[in-house]
């Protein structure tokens, strides 16, 4: 696929990788021939979860019996807004640069929604809107660590120490993209589709306490042991939390995908990104993302900037536009070239024709 596209779009959904596809394809052979049911397959699902939720906690350095295995960091969202038992009365802080996989959730939790105002502000000003709204009622902070619509990285060592409450962050564009750390938070949620270029739908979720959040969406694998009136006892750590099945060859494609990521990822994306920045700067572009930030560059588009990624794409190179905002954004991975970020910039000059 890159032998043929311009591909900024990770930020979306990743790349996937030849070895990612060829272990599917095995997979979903063995399962044609062998089947899915009988004792050796079950184990063997179980043991690939395992190993993917292993893998998982390797990415964000946590034990991996704090980690869940879900379908996206939308559902994880849902998990742990859910389980707090949110309602009339509470409040929760979130910012109006967050993906609606999080703030829908968190409207139709009951709680008041308190958003700071972060999107046009200097990225260094953003941690005291935040914790300006954390009041006495406050419930949860729900922010992403690298914030979709500007690739601005949020301080989340600094908002942990500044609130006392628990702390969900959204990693769906730092995970993969930028090192992460997750163990001092409450919340931490995991997209394996995007920066990991993993298979879709694969996720995860980081529970720092397992035992202080409450099963609200049970799934099979919620129970070490269960009544027949739906009495259960919940599993040990956070597999309590897993949603459901992943099927077998996504979860295959998946770890293929992790086994494959090159050490040097964050350095030459960041790289990328510096440069893609500097060169829409050098046309004269109004770029919203501030240096020394994620893999993601947001700028001003004049025109109608979802018929300029459209005619962008028709023409090889894939962005994407930011609904509502008038800004394009392009997705640098450790797979994009100097010759990549050309083109984007050569392409944008002919759609403003």
């Given at each position: 696929?890159?032998?043929?596209?311009?591909?900024?779009?990770?930020?979306?959904?990743?790349?996937?990788?030849?070895?990612?596809?060829?272990?599917?394809?095995?997979?979903?052979?063995?399962?044609?021939?062998?089947?899915?049911?009988?004792?050796?397959?079950?184990?063997?699902?179980?043991?690939?979860?395992?190993?993917?939720?292993?893998?998982?906690?390797?990415?964000?350095?946590?034990?991996?019996?704090?980690?869940?295995?879900?379908s996206s960091t939308t559902?994880?969202?849902?998990?742990?807004?859910?389980?707090?038992?949110?309602?009339?009365?509470?409040?929760?802080?979130?910012?109006?640069?967050?993906?609606?996989?999080?703030?829908?959730?968190?409207?139709?939790?009951?709680?008041?929604?308190?958003?700071?105002?972060?999107?046009?502000?200097?990225?260094?000003?953003?941690?005291?809107?935040?914790?300006?709204?954390?009041?006495?009622?406050?419930?949860?902070?729900?922010?992403?660590?690298?914030?979709?619509?500007?690739?601005?990285?949020?301080?989340?060592?600094?908002?942990?120490?500044?609130?006392?409450?628990?702390?969900?962050?959204?990693?769906?564009?730092?995970?993969?993209?930028?090192?992460?750390?997750?163990?001092?938070?409450?919340?931490?949620?995991?997209?394996?589709?995007?920066?990991?270029?993993?298979?879709?739908?694969?996720?995860?979720?980081?529970?720092?306490?397992?035992?202080?959040?409450?099963?609200?969406?049970?799934?099979?694998?919620?129970?070490?042991?269960y009544e027949r009136d739906?009495?259960?006892?919940?599993?040990?750590?956070?597999?309590?939390?897993?949603?459901?099945?992943?099927?077998?060859?996504?979860?295959?494609?998946?770890?293929?995908?992790?086994?494959?990521?090159?050490?040097?990822?964050?350095?030459?994306?960041r790289e990328m990104a510096?440069?893609?920045?500097?060169?829409?700067?050098?046309?004269?572009?109004?770029?919203?993302?501030?240096?020394?930030?994620?893999?993601?560059?947001?700028?001003?588009?004049?025109?109608?900037?979802?018929?300029?990624?459209?005619?962008?794409?028709?023409?090889?190179?894939?962005?994407?536009?930011?609904?509502?905002?008038?800004?394009?954004?392009?997705?640098?991975?450790?797979?994009?070239?100097?010759?990549?970020?050309?083109?984007?910039?050569?392409?944008?000059?002919?759609?403003?024709?």
């Open positions: 696929m890159l032998e043929r596209y311009v591909y900024l779009n990770a930020g979306s959904v990743g790349p996937l990788a030849r070895r990612s596809h060829e272990a599917m394809a095995r997979a979903e052979l063995a399962e044609l021939q062998e089947g899915r049911a009988g004792l050796p397959y079950l184990h063997g699902m179980l043991a690939t979860r395992d190993r993917v939720r292993e893998a998982f906690a390797a990415q964000v350095g946590v034990d991996a019996a704090r980690m869940s295995l879900t559902e994880s969202c849902r998990i742990v807004i859910a389980g707090l038992g949110l309602g009339a009365g509470d409040e929760v802080v979130t910012t109006d640069a967050e993906h609606f996989g999080l703030t829908a959730p968190l409207h139709v939790s009951g709680a008041q929604v308190r958003v700071a105002e972060v999107r046009e502000l200097p990225a260094a000003e953003a941690l005291d809107a935040i914790v300006s709204l954390v009041g006495p009622r406050t419930r949860l902070v729900a922010v992403s660590h690298v914030l979709w619509i500007t690739g601005h990285v949020l301080p989340m060592t600094e908002l942990r120490d500044a609130v006392s409450v628990p702390l969900l962050v959204d990693g769906a564009q730092s995970i993969g993209a930028i090192p992460v750390e997750a163990e001092p938070f409450d919340f931490y949620t995991v997209s394996g589709q995007k920066w990991l270029c993993g298979p879709v739908p694969t996720g995860g979720l980081y529970v720092r306490d397992p035992e202080r959040l409450e099963v609200k969406l049970p799934s099979y694998f919620s129970q070490a042991s739906g009495r259960f006892e919940p599993r040990p750590g956070a597999v309590r939390f897993d949603p459901g099945w992943i099927p077998v060859p996504f979860l295959k494609g998946l770890l293929a995908a992790l086994d494959g990521l090159p050490e040097w990822r964050f350095e030459r994306s510096e440069l893609c920045r500097e060169q829409l700067m050098d046309a004269g572009y109004d770029v919203v993302t501030e240096p020394g930030h994620a893999n993601l560059v947001s700028w001003r588009w004049d025109g109608d900037p979802a018929e300029a990624a459209k005619q962008l794409g028709e023409e090889g190179v894939l962005i994407r536009d930011m609904p509502g905002t008038g800004l394009l954004r392009a997705s640098c991975g450790y797979w994009t070239s100097e010759d990549d970020i050309t083109r984007l910039v050569a392409g944008l000059r002919r759609c403003a024709r």
